[in-house]
């Protein structure tokens, strides 16, 4: 396995997490700790180097054992990543490594925190950094756990020092000329509160200059902060950048699972689902003086021409035929592959007879069209076609049918609710054989209360039920009458359902009752 890490973008990314094997993704994180581990060798090196400057700023006594400890944990971690990428099969000793490698790193940022004297910038980002990269990259539960016991190890940090243990610490300020090594376990401000006390005796007793004080206290302040930020920042923008790149995967996932579900993978029309969603949003929005047509389109002889050139054929004339729909149809219009080979066209705001106009269209559309296969046979294609209207009065009258109805519905239950509990209430009376007015006035008041909640209630849900839930199922159903009809008539035909009902016009009030 190759890991370049210069190139972890977008797509490397995206195959780290989703197509890389759990003993890879723990290689990486281990690859990532030897990384880290060696910078953090690096910066001992470079303060061996350099004691005679930097010599003053750090206890060489503690230096020394966490210089040998970062090389054991360099050497370890080199061995982990070229042991991890063969145990891929085995999962028990997966798991094994995914938890030694969790425990170790956390406790060597324990350790780390603890000797420099608890910085608040590296433990942030070991902490929330290191258990994000984590849990993007082995089991999460470990990682869990191994953040909880570094909350602990805190709070036990924090207490240790008021029980009278000291830590060893890697920070120390030596004055030279001043017999004084301020050495403790301190934080930066506890540090700072201290030194301006000492200075201001230094100053005063003349023994030290303020000015060489005050330069020395710089200047390890300096290297301080210079050393946490080395240890932080890089590891804190990797981290971020690693995050950015997983939001985006996680935006891209999304849309592409979303395009999934809402497009037709073979027509590219819309799906039969997200169809019918955008036809019901199309109803609800539709004006009060607005009509809106349906119409829905069967292809004739399907089957044969599947049997006769093949399933190849057929999937080639479903497309074509998606395509002629798109072409002919206007933009406001939502074309949907309803079924094989059967399509729904909403055409919100749109009349009667021009609903009959485009649907007429595209049945010649259709019927002209030439189908080319690859076997060089040429041929053509119908469509059987219904159509179906609600007009802007005949949704109104549906509406208030509705609102009648749903209102009755919701007060029905309201005054079945109450004779339970009046069963209930009269039950206790005879148990208890207490007849207290102020009881039964206190009852009333809370059922009379729970009552008048529940018709708000209801009335809020009957303002909000403008249509029937199953109103896109009515009307596609009226126009699958006319589709049928038109089958039968001969196929390659236009019905108008509108026409139908209005010659049966009973028919009507019976399709839109509410059950
Ligand atoms: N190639 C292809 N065929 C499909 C697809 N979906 C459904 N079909 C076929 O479409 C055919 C529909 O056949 P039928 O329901 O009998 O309808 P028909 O042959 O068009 O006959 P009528 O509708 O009565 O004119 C079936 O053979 C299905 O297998 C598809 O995605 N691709």
Not at 385 to 398: F, K, M, Q, S, W
Request: aromatic share 12%.
């Amino acid at each position: 396995m190759a890991v370049s890490i210069s190139h972890l973008g977008y797509r490397k990314l995206s195959r780290v997490i989703f197509e890389w094997q759990a003993a890879d993704r723990a290689l990486l994180l281990a690859l990532f700790i030897l990384l880290e581990v060696s910078s953090h060798w690096l910066w001992c090196l470079f303060v061996w180097w350099r004691q005679d400057i930097y010599g003053s700023y750090v206890d060489m006594d503690v230096l020394y054992p966490l210089w040998i400890g970062l090389t054991l944990m360099v050497l370890f971690f080199s061995w982990m990543v070229s042991r991890l990428s063969p145990i891929r099969e085995d999962t028990g000793s997966l798991y094994k490594w995914q938890a030694i490698i969790v425990t170790l790193y956390s406790l060597y940022i324990a350790v780390v925190i603890i000797v420099m004297g608890y910085s608040s910038l590296v433990a942030g980002v070991s902490l929330v950094g290191g258990a994000m990269l984590g849990m993007v990259l082995i089991r999460r539960r470990y990682v869990w756990k191994a953040f909880l016991g570094h909350i602990a190890l805190i709070f036990l940090v924090t207490l240790i020092p008021y029980f009278g243990f000291t830590i060893p610490n890697l920070r120390q300020m030596t004055i030279a000329s001043f017999p004084l090594d301020s050495y403790n376990y301190l934080t930066y401000n506890e540090m700072t509160v201290i030194e301006n006390a000492i200075s201001a005796s230094i100053f005063q007793n003349g023994t030290l200059s303020w000015d060489s004080f005050n330069q020395l206290r710089f200047s390890y302040a300096f290297f301080w902060r210079t050393t946490h930020i080395y240890m932080a920042l890089p590891k804190a923008v990797f981290i971020i950048y690693m995050f950015r790149t997983l939001l985006l995967i996680l935006d891209n996932s999304k849309a592409e699972i979303m395009q999934y579900a809402n497009q037709d993978e073979l027509t590219q029309l819309k799906s039969r689902r997200y169809g019918l969603t955008q036809m019901q949003q199309a109803l609800l929005a539709m004006g009060d003086k607005q009509d809106f047509s349906v119409i829905l389109l069967d292809l004739d002889w399907f089957k044969s021409i599947n049997d006769n050139y093949g399933h190849d054929v057929g999937d080639q004339v479903l497309s074509e035929v998606a395509q002629t729909l798109l072409k002919s149809l206007s933009e406001e219009s939502i074309v949907s592959r309803y079924g094989g080979e059967e399509f729904l066209i909403v055409l919100p705001d749109t009349q009667h007879d021009s609903a009959m106009t485009i649907a007429k269209q595209l049945r010649r559309d259709i019927a002209q069209h030439v189908i080319k296969s690859d076997d060089g046979t040429d041929f053509n294609i119908t469509a059987s076609i219904g159509v179906y209207t609600l007009t802007h009065d005949e949704r109104a009258r549906i509406q208030s049918e509705y609102k009648t109805l749903a209102l009755e519905e919701s007060t029905q239950p309201l005054a079945e609710s109450q004779k339970p509990r009046k069963k209930e209430a009269d039950i206790d009376k005879a148990r208890t054989n207490k007849t207290s007015t102020q009881k039964e006035s206190s009852q009333k008041t809370r059922a009379q209360k729970r009552i008048s909640h529940r018709r708000k209630r209801a009335a809020t849900e009957i303002l909000k039920a403008q249509l029937p839930s199953d109103i896109c199922q009515r009307l596609i159903c009226i126009a699958d009458k006319a589709l049928y009809e038109a089958k039968d008539r001969g196929r390659n035909q236009v019905v108008s359902a509108n026409d139908m009902l209005a010659a049966e016009k009973d028919k009507i009030s019976v399709l839109y009752a509410i059950s």
